[in-house]
């Protein structure tokens, strides 16, 4: 028996149909020859609403209470500052030539 605050089977399925949707959109616009950085801008936003989309709902956070979720998102920010600049494959990437 389900509880009043989770979702049914038929919302979960259409997430996952969402996300289907959203690989193929990143799919296709891989393959559509746009330039790269409007690419990689679309790519990482496109990434982040399925990420948001998988914890939201997969990871059954979006039932969880809203201090939770909002203690999450400085952590978020502290690791990607610390993979973009202090950690040293950070200095390793400004020598590549992409």
């Given at each position: 028996?389900?509880?009043?605050?989770?979702?049914?089977?038929?919302l979960?399925?259409m997430?996952?149909?969402?996300?289907?949707?959203?690989?193929?959109?990143?799919?296709?616009?891989?393959?559509?020859?746009?330039p790269?950085?409007?690419?990689?801008?679309?790519?990482?936003?496109?990434?982040?609403?399925?990420?948001?989309?998988?914890?939201?709902?997969?990871?059954?956070?979006?039932?969880?209470?809203?201090?939770?979720?909002?203690?999450?998102?400085?952590?978020?920010?502290?690791?990607?500052?610390?993979?973009?600049?202090?950690?040293?494959?950070?200095?390793?990437?400004?020598?590549?030539?992409?």
């Amino acid at each position: 028996m389900e509880s009043a605050h989770e979702p049914a089977m038929k919302l979960y399925v259409m997430i996952w149909i969402g996300l289907l949707v959203i690989v193929g959109v990143e799919v296709a616009l891989t393959y559509a020859g746009i330039p790269r950085g409007t690419l990689l801008a679309a790519l990482l936003a496109l990434a982040s609403l399925e990420a948001g989309l998988g914890v939201m709902y997969f990871m059954h956070l979006k039932y969880e209470r809203r201090i939770l979720f909002w203690c999450l998102i400085p952590t978020l920010i502290f690791v990607l500052f610390m993979l973009n600049h202090l950690w040293r494959d950070a200095a390793r990437m400004i020598s590549l030539h992409l």
